[in-house]
């Protein structure tokens, strides 16, 4: 097989006009054969063994895989041509390889609708401000590890705990078992108003790793993923100005995620069965302050089933912030897999990237190198997201 490599100025809807073929952010890949429609100029990959697509965190295929040849890489997302004798190393909730085939992969811009701000909304995106972001994340990031089932966990779960509490939601530990050790999701939940109220969510994982120092390693996990703890409970925190809402809200700060999952999953599988026929939507932060493209950008990574929360999260990035936002619905590895695999709409909201961001899982994830005015962009979309549902018209 042979692939043509177009490297595109902006994005561009070519591929839905006819070209079959997968888009990496602004770089498209169609088959050399398939030259339907205005198939994109380019270069001519001939593979010398297969391609592959890779499906986030190319950073993480290619540390384990450094002869690997990459083609194409877009940060999370690569085409590589596969030539070795032995297969690639695996590493089990880091990265998915799949075949080279049309619509394996397709991440490209895509501009939500700018509509008519509403006043209440403005005056909860305008009280962040990077300062209050970046000291959430430095106190988070100082716990030596925030292991699941370690000390640092239960100091990190001993910071947040108060916060939601302070922002009126009725909190709680739900604790699981995972490698035989317990660890914990902490929830904390505001009731709505309405008589068939339904349940939003919005969810990011407590837990940090250090991949190359192994177990006890110091693992600040600032990025990955305090900023995203502290987008849920800067959120919770906003929304404590709006007295009563419609809709029931959730925020969880989930355990066990870096090691497959184990807290989301036990979230869903202990939904009481009334809770899960009402969840309206779920969004998952997951790294959401280092800036990995010129201009700050969200990646809205999903499936069919959650396309309607997508929309919603791009109309409230045009309307509230200045966010460019990517769309993919190859949902993969963060804690919006479970709902998703349950039928629940489900959306991860995380940094866009056209380079990786080098530092996860090391001792290098740490404040200092993070972009703090991303990370408000992405809370406001957020939180904008969050209020429109959980409280459709204003004053109702
Ligand atoms: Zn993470």
Redesign the pocket.
Known sequence: MQLRIAREQTSSERLAVGVNGCRFGNVLVTREDDRRGAGPDGTVATAQGEFYVVVQKGRSFQRANPQAKVLVDSGRFLLIDWAEKQRWVEEPGCFAVVPYADGAIDVGLRSGRRAQPRSDIVGLVNSFTAQDLKLQVQGLSAIHTRESTGQGFLQALDICEPVLAAAGCETSRQTFTMEGSQSFNLVGRRRGTAPDARLLIMSA?LDSVNHEGGAGARAPGAD??ASGCVTVMQVATALARLPELRHDVAFILFGG??QGLFGSKHYVNNLSPEDRGRIAGVVNI??AASKNTSKPTVLLEGAALSQEVIDQLADAAATYTQLETQVSLKPFA?DHVPFICNGIPAVLTIEGADDAYPHEHTARDVPSGLDFELHRQITMMDVAWLVSNALPSPGA
């Open positions: 994982h990955d993923n995620e870096e997951d790294m963060s």
